[in-house]
Nanobody
Framework: HVQLVESGGGSVQAGGSLRLSCTAS????????MGWFRQALGKEREKVAV????????YYADFVKGRFTISLNNDKNTVYLQMNKLEPEDTALYHC????????????????????WGQGTQVTVS
């Protein structure tokens, strides 16, 4: 069993930046894909970005392209989400997840492809 713990959320003004971190309790999932998701109050969960554990390929939702960057540090069992030029619409609870999910055939895979999820870290942009 792998535990994922997110950190780095907080409150920031529009145009500001935050860096989220998600640390896995073991390296068991070092070859798996790591994704970031978000869910705003009263809205459905959205896929934000994913990085493949093998090869490091990244994919982003259109609404964060050019603003967010996902990266892996396998030595620290950690995945990061650097968020720049934040907008009020980015306000949400951000979760990381590990598994086989990603971007295939021109679309995101089901969230069911992710085996483990963190509890989330709140991001508020005003």
């Amino acid at each position: 069993h792998v535990q994922l713990v997110e950190s780095g959320g907080g409150s920031v003004q529009a145009g500001g930046s935050l860096r989220l971190s998600c640390t896995a309790s073991s390296s068991e999932y070092s070859t798996k894909n790591m994704g970031w998701f978000r869910q705003a109050l009263g809205k459905e969960r959205e896929k934000v970005a994913v990085v493949y554990g093998i090869g490091g390929t990244t994919y982003y939702a259109d609404f964060v392209k050019g603003r967010f960057t996902i990266s892996l540090n396998n030595d620290k069992n950690t995945v990061y989400l650097q968020m720049n030029k934040l907008e009020p619409e980015d306000t949400a609870l951000y979760h990381c997840a590990a598994g086989n999910g990603g971007w295939f055939g021109g679309s995101w895979t089901s969230v069911a492809e992710y085996d483990y999820w963190g509890q989330g870290t709140q991001v508020t942009v005003s």
